[in-house]
C-alpha cells in the first residue's frame, strides 16, 4: 500500500495476516524480498505449524493478534464463546482492493470526495471453527501520508459471540528504539506534551470516564529519541471517537514494540447475535521524516479537509463575545443586548448567549433538560432576544448542555428512568447533575424535538454543545442485562446519530464542541463540530500549553481562544489586553468578558485586534503551522502560520517573564521559500526566506512579563 509519502507492507504467512513494514515509500518495482526474516526462537515460544519451528506467533509480527494460540503479547480482539471458552483464530479468507474509500456505518470517519483520493484494501479473516470473520479495513490516500484503519466483526456462525476487546489497530515495529508522546493533563490544563523512552513492558494511556477526556486524549505517536520538532522519524496514531479508548506501546521479550489503539477493553463487551456484525472505530496513522512539525501538519490538511464537514468546514469563522464570564448566571435581556451592541461597535461578528437562558436557571443546580426560555430574565423570548441582538449587527448564538440533566428538573421528574443508572444503587452526581442515557432512542427524540424546534424559530447561527460531566454507574434501564457493558459505546453512538441528524438538517449553523473546555477534543467530534472550546482556562500563559500541544494533532480552525478579564478567573493572573489577544488570535478568536465595562483604551486596543484578526484570520484558520519555540522547554513560545503557496506568513512570538540582561534572540522562521524576498509590513523591511529561516529575525527588544509580538510578512512580486 502506498500513501502520498509512506508504504506498508503486508504478507501472508502459513494464512497469518504478517505486518512487514511501515515507513517511508518505496519503489514499487523494488525487490522486496526477505524483508521479513524467519528464525526458531526460544522454547517458550511454541510454534502453530509443527512442520516449521521458524514461525512462532509469540514473535511474527502480525496485523491484527490473537489470544490464546500462542502469542502471550497483547491482543487486537478477544471474544467469549457460549461454551465460556476464548479461543479463536483468524486467518486469511479473501482480500479485494477498490478506489474510494467507504463511510463506517453510524461512526465518524475520514473521508474522501472522489474516489481517485484513496484507495481501500479489505482483508478478510475468518475463524473456521466459530464462523467469525474480522474484515480489516486500510485506506491510502494520495494527497496525504496517512493510512486509515478500522475492523468489521461478522458473526457467520450459528452461536453467540461476545465481543470483549475490539481494537481499531495493531502495528508491530521491529524495535523498540522510540519514545512515546501523547497529550495528558486535567480540566483547565488540557493536552501538555508528554515524551519518555519506551523500556520493556507497556507505556499506555487510557479513558475510563465514558469520554475522550480532559487527562488523556485519544492519540499517541512513536518517535525516534533522536527526533525533533523539525527531523526525524514520527508514527502518529489518532483515533476518532468521543468515548473511552485506549492506546499502548508493548515491548517485549525480543525487543520488538507492539502498538495497539482503539476501544477501551474496561468494562466494554458486545454481544453478536448470529449474522450481527460490529463496527470498530477508525484509527488514523500518519508517518513523517520531518519531525512532530511534518506529522502534525499532515494531521491539520487531513483533518481540517476530509474530517470536518458542512458549511463552515472552509470558511472564516466568525470573531465572537461570549458572555459567560461577564455575567455567569446573572443577566436579563437589556444586560445582553448591551454587551451585544458594545460588540458590535467593535467589530464583533457573533454574541453568544451562555448557561443560564432556560428554565430557572439561577446556578449550576438545576434546570438541565428543560430547553425553554426562562422569561423571568427574557420576558420576550428568545427569539426576541436574538432579534435585538440582530438589530445592533450581529449574530446571535447560543449555548446548550443537552446530554445532562439536572435531578432538580422538570424532565428528571417526569423521566427519572433517562438518565443513566444501575437499579439500587445511589446516583452520583457531578455539578448537580447527571447524565442522560443517549443509547435510548426516546431520549434522542425528546432531545432532537426540543432543539430544532428552538433552532427553526430563533435566529441562531452558532451553538455552543457543553458536556460537563463524566459517566458514572453505566447502565441503562432501556437495555437488557446481558448487554449492560454494551452502554457506554452504545451511548457514543446514540450521540453521533443524533449529531449527524441536527448538523444535517440546520447546516447553516455553526456548531462548537465543548466539555468544560477540551474534555472531548478528539476527531470523533469534529467530524460533526468544526470546532472545539480548547479550554475553560482562558489565561494567556496557560493558553500557551494548551494550545501548543493541541496543536500536535488538530488543526487551529478547530481551536477556539478567547480573551477573557483579568485577574484571570482560573489562576488569578494579570496580563496585558495585547498580551491576551495576542495569544487568542492564534485561534478561533473571540472575547469572554463584559465589554461595557472597559475604558476608551481598551475598546481601542481591541477595536485595532479585531481589525487585524479580519484580516489574517484566513492565514490562521486555514494556513500551515510551524511550531518555533516550545512552552515546556523554556521561558519563550513561537509559531508561525504560512500560506499554501509561501506568498504569505505571520510570526508570533511571546516572552512569559522578563529577564535581566538577557541573550539576544533571534527566532528561525521556517516554511518560507528560499528563493523569494518577503516584507515585513509593520517595517517595510526586505529580506531573503533563506536569510529568515537561516539566521532569524530579532525579538530581543520586548521589555517586562507577559510581553509579545506578531509580525505579518509577504512576498515581493
Same mark, same amino acid.
Given at each position: 500500500?502506498? /500513501?502520498?509519502?509512506?508504504?506498508?507492507?503486508?504478507?501472508?504467512?502459513?494464512?497469518?495476516?504478517?505486518?512487514?513494514?511501515?515507513?517511508?515509500?518505496?519503489?514499487?518495482?523494488?525487490?522486496?524480498?526477505?524483508?521479513?526474516?524467519?528464525?526458531?526462537?526460544?522454547?517458550?515460544?511454541?510454534?502453530?505449524?509443527? %512442520?516449521?519451528?521458524?514461525?512462532?506467533?509469540?514473535?511474527?509480527?502480525?496485523?491484527?493478534?490473537?489470544?490464546?494460540?500462542?502469542?502471550?503479547?497483547?491482543?487486537?480482539?478477544?471474544?467469549?464463546?457460549?461454551?465460556?471458552?476464548?479461543?479463536?483464530?483468524?486467518?486469511? +479468507?479473501?482480500?479485494?482492493?477498490?478506489?474510494?474509500?467507504?463511510?463506517?456505518?453510524?461512526?465518524?470517519?475520514?473521508?474522501?470526495?472522489?474516489?481517485?483520493?484513496? %484507495?481501500?484494501?479489505?482483508?478478510?479473516?475468518?475463524?473456521?471453527?466459530?464462523?467469525?470473520?474480522?474484515?480489516? /479495513?486500510?485506506?491510502?490516500?494520495?494527497?496525504?501520508?496517512?493510512?486509515?484503519?478500522?475492523?468489521? #466483526?461478522?458473526?457467520? &456462525?450459528?452461536?453467540?459471540?461476545?465481543?470483549?476487546?475490539?481494537?481499531?489497530?495493531?502495528?508491530?515495529?521491529?524495535?523498540?528504539?522510540?519514545?512515546?508522546?501523547?497529550?495528558? !493533563?486535567?480540566?483547565?490544563?488540557?493536552?501538555?506534551?508528554?515524551?519518555?523512552?519506551?523500556?520493556?513492558?507497556?507505556?499506555?494511556?487510557?479513558?475510563?470516564?465514558?469520554?475522550?477526556?480532559?487527562?488523556?486524549?485519544?492519540? =499517541?505517536?512513536?518517535?525516534?529519541?533522536?527526533?525533533?520538532?523539525?527531523? &526525524?522519524?514520527?508514527?502518529?496514531?489518532?483515533?476518532?471517537? /468521543?468515548?473511552?479508548?485506549?492506546? *499502548?506501546?508493548?515491548?517485549?521479550?525480543?525487543?520488538?514494540?507492539?502498538?495497539?489503539? &482503539?476501544?477501551?477493553?474496561?468494562?466494554?463487551?458486545? +454481544?453478536?447475535?448470529?449474522?450481527?456484525?460490529?463496527?470498530?472505530?477508525?484509527?488514523?496513522?500518519?508517518?513523517?521524516?520531518?519531525?512532530?512539525?511534518?506529522?502534525?501538519?499532515?494531521?491539520?490538511?487531513?483533518?481540517?479537509?476530509?474530517? $470536518?464537514?458542512?458549511?463552515?468546514?472552509?470558511?472564516?469563522?466568525?470573531?465572537?463575545?461570549?458572555?459567560?464570564?461577564?455575567?455567569?448566571?446573572?443577566?436579563?435581556?437589556?444586560? =445582553?443586548?448591551?454587551?451585544?451592541?458594545?460588540?458590535?461597535?467593535?467589530?464583533?461578528?457573533?454574541?453568544?448567549?451562555?448557561? !443560564?437562558?432556560? @428554565?430557572?436557571?439561577?446556578?449550576?443546580?438545576?434546570?438541565?433538560?428543560?430547553?425553554?426560555?426562562?422569561?423571568?430574565?427574557?420576558?420576550?423570548?428568545?427569539?426576541?432576544?436574538?432579534?435585538?441582538?440582530?438589530?445592533?449587527?450581529?449574530?446571535? @448564538?447560543?449555548?446548550? %448542555?443537552?446530554?445532562?440533566?439536572?435531578?432538580?428538573? *422538570?424532565?428528571?421528574?417526569?423521566?427519572?428512568?433517562? $438518565?443513566?443508572?444501575?437499579?439500587?444503587?445511589?446516583?452520583?452526581?457531578?455539578?448537580?447533575?447527571?447524565?442522560?442515557d443517549m443509547s435510548r432512542e426516546d431520549v434522542r427524540a425528546y432531545l432532537y424535538e426540543r432543539l430544532s424546534?428552538? #433552532?427553526r424559530t430563533v435566529p441562531i447561527t452558532y451553538v455552543k454543545w457543553d458536556m460537563n460531566r463524566n459517566m458514572?454507574?453505566?447502565?441503562?434501564?432501556?437495555?437488557?442485562?446481558?448487554?449492560?457493558?454494551?452502554?457506554?459505546?452504545?451511548?457514543?453512538?446514540?450521540?453521533?446519530?443524533?449529531?449527524?441528524?441536527?448538523?444535517?438538517?440546520?447546516?447553516?449553523?455553526?456548531? %462548537?464542541? $465543548?466539555? !468544560?473546555?477540551?474534555?472531548?477534543?478528539?476527531?470523533?467530534?469534529?467530524?460533526?463540530?468544526?470546532?472545539?472550546?480548547?479550554?475553560?482556562?482562558?489565561?494567556?500563559?496557560?493558553?500557551?500549553?494548551?494550545?501548543? !500541544?493541541?496543536?500536535?494533532?488538530?488543526?487551529?480552525?478547530?481551536?477556539?481562544?478567547?480573551?477573557?478579564?483579568?485577574?484571570?478567573?482560573?489562576?488569578?493572573?494579570?496580563?496585558?489586553?495585547?498580551?491576551?489577544?495576542?495569544?487568542?488570535?492564534?485561534?478561533? #478568536?473571540?472575547?469572554?468578558?463584559?465589554?461595557?465595562?472597559?475604558?476608551?483604551?481598551?475598546?481601542?486596543?481591541?477595536?485595532?485586534?479585531?481589525?487585524?484578526?479580519?484580516?489574517?484570520? &484566513?492565514?490562521?484558520?486555514?494556513?500551515?503551522?510551524?511550531?518555533?519555540?516550545?512552552?515546556?522547554?523554556?521561558?519563550?513560545?513561537?509559531?508561525?502560520?504560512?500560506?499554501?503557496?509561501?506568498?504569505?506568513?505571520?510570526?508570533?512570538?511571546?516572552?512569559?517573564?522578563?529577564?535581566?540582561?538577557?541573550?539576544?534572540?533571534?527566532?528561525?522562521?521556517?516554511?518560507?521559500?528560499?528563493?523569494?524576498?518577503?516584507?515585513?509590513?509593520?517595517?517595510?523591511? =526586505?529580506? @531573503?526566506?533563506?536569510?529568515?529561516?537561516?539566521?532569524?529575525?530579532?525579538?530581543?527588544?520586548?521589555?517586562?512579563?507577559? /510581553?509579545?509580538?506578531?509580525?505579518?510578512?509577504?512576498?515581493?512580486?
Open positions: 500500500m502506498q /500513501s502520498k509519502n509512506s508504504s506498508y507492507i503486508i504478507q501472508l504467512v502459513r494464512g497469518y495476516a504478517a505486518h512487514v513494514y511501515y515507513g517511508p515509500k518505496l519503489r514499487h518495482n523494488g525487490n522486496l524480498s526477505g524483508m521479513l526474516k524467519l528464525q526458531e526462537r526460544a522454547s517458550f515460544s511454541p510454534n502453530p505449524v509443527n %512442520e516449521d519451528r521458524s514461525i512462532s506467533l509469540d514473535s511474527l509480527p502480525q496485523e491484527y493478534p490473537q489470544y490464546g494460540t500462542s502469542d502471550y503479547r497483547s491482543p487486537a480482539y478477544q471474544v467469549k464463546l457460549e461454551n465460556g471458552t476464548r479461543i479463536t483464530e483468524l486467518v486469511y +479468507q479473501s482480500h479485494r482492493i477498490y478506489a474510494g474509500k467507504p463511510e463506517l456505518p453510524g461512526l465518524p470517519a475520514v473521508y474522501v470526495e472522489q474516489d481517485h483520493e484513496a %484507495e481501500t484494501l479489505e482483508l478478510e479473516l475468518l475463524d473456521e471453527v466459530t464462523g467469525l470473520t474480522a474484515v480489516l /479495513s486500510y485506506s491510502v490516500f494520495s494527497d496525504f501520508s496517512a493510512i486509515t484503519r478500522s475492523v468489521k #466483526f461478522v458473526n457467520g &456462525g450459528k452461536e453467540t459471540v461476545e465481543l470483549e476487546r475490539a481494537l481499531s489497530a495493531s502495528l508491530d515495529f521491529a524495535d523498540s528504539r522510540y519514545d512515546a508522546l501523547y497529550l495528558s !493533563g486535567a480540566w483547565a490544563r488540557e493536552r501538555h506534551v508528554q515524551r519518555r523512552r519506551l523500556a520493556p513492558g507497556v507505556t499506555g494511556i487510557s479513558s475510563r470516564r465514558g469520554s475522550s477526556s480532559h487527562q488523556q486524549n485519544p492519540f =499517541i505517536a512513536l518517535l525516534r529519541p533522536e527526533t525533533t520538532e523539525q527531523q &526525524g522519524e514520527v508514527f502518529g496514531f489518532s483515533l476518532v471517537y /468521543s468515548g473511552n479508548f485506549t492506546a *499502548e506501546a508493548e515491548v517485549e521479550q525480543f525487543g520488538t514494540t507492539r502498538l495497539q489503539i &482503539g476501544l477501551n477493553p474496561f468494562d466494554f463487551s458486545w +454481544q453478536l447475535q448470529p449474522g450481527e456484525e460490529f463496527q470498530t472505530p477508525e484509527a488514523v496513522m500518519v508517518y513523517s521524516d520531518e519531525g512532530l512539525g511534518g506529522m502534525s501538519r499532515e494531521y491539520h490538511r487531513l483533518y481540517r479537509t476530509r474530517l $470536518c464537514r458542512g458549511t463552515h468546514r472552509d470558511q472564516e469563522r466568525p470573531i465572537l463575545v461570549n458572555n459567560w464570564e461577564a455575567t455567569y448566571f446573572d443577566f436579563n435581556a437589556d444586560k =445582553i443586548e448591551s454587551i451585544a451592541k458594545a460588540g458590535s461597535e467593535l467589530g464583533i461578528e457573533l454574541f453568544v448567549l451562555d448557561d !443560564g437562558w432556560f @428554565g430557572r436557571r439561577d446556578s449550576d443546580n438545576n434546570s438541565l433538560g428543560d430547553w425553554f426560555e426562562d422569561r423571568r430574565k427574557l420576558p420576550g423570548g428568545l427569539k426576541d432576544l436574538a432579534e435585538r441582538v440582530n438589530a445592533a449587527g450581529i449574530q446571535f @448564538g447560543l449555548w446548550f %448542555e443537552p446530554e445532562m440533566v439536572s435531578p432538580d428538573s *422538570e424532565l428528571y421528574r417526569s423521566h427519572p428512568d433517562w $438518565c443513566l443508572h444501575v437499579p439500587n444503587r445511589r446516583r452520583t452526581e457531578g455539578r448537580q447533575q447527571l447524565v442522560l424546534d428552538i #433552532f458514572t454507574e453505566i447502565g441503562s434501564a432501556a437495555a437488557p442485562s446481558y448487554r449492560q457493558r454494551e452502554t457506554a459505546h452504545r451511548y457514543m453512538l446514540g450521540l453521533y446519530e443524533l449529531l449527524e441528524k441536527i448538523t444535517q438538517e440546520f447546516p447553516d449553523i455553526l456548531f %462548537e464542541s $465543548c466539555s !468544560g473546555g477540551g474534555g472531548r477534543f478528539d476527531p470523533g467530534m469534529l467530524y460533526y463540530m468544526p470546532q472545539t472550546w480548547t479550554s475553560d482556562n482562558t489565561d494567556a500563559v496557560e493558553r500557551l500549553k494548551i494550545q501548543y !500541544g493541541t496543536s500536535l494533532v488538530y488543526p487551529v480552525s478547530t481551536m477556539g481562544a478567547h480573551v477573557s478579564a483579568v485577574p484571570n478567573h482560573q489562576v488569578e493572573r494579570t496580563t496585558s489586553l495585547e498580551f491576551r489577544g495576542d495569544v487568542a488570535m492564534s485561534g478561533n #478568536f473571540g472575547y469572554e468578558l463584559d465589554l461595557t465595562q472597559w475604558s476608551e483604551t481598551e475598546r481601542e486596543i481591541a477595536a485595532k485586534q479585531i481589525k487585524d484578526y479580519k484580516e489574517i484570520r &484566513g492565514l490562521v484558520q486555514q494556513g500551515e503551522l510551524y511550531r518555533l519555540l516550545s512552552p515546556f522547554e523554556g521561558n519563550e513560545t513561537s509559531w508561525m502560520f504560512v500560506s499554501d503557496d509561501r506568498e504569505e506568513a505571520l510570526l508570533f512570538y511571546f516572552k512569559v517573564l522578563a529577564e535581566p540582561n538577557a541573550p539576544l534572540r533571534n527566532v528561525k522562521l521556517e516554511g518560507l521559500d528560499l528563493e523569494k524576498d518577503y516584507l515585513l509590513t509593520t517595517s517595510g523591511e =526586505i529580506f @531573503g526566506g533563506d536569510r529568515l529561516m537561516a539566521a532569524g529575525l530579532p525579538v530581543s527588544s520586548l521589555s517586562g512579563d507577559f /510581553s509579545s509580538m506578531w509580525v505579518q510578512l509577504k512576498a515581493v512580486k
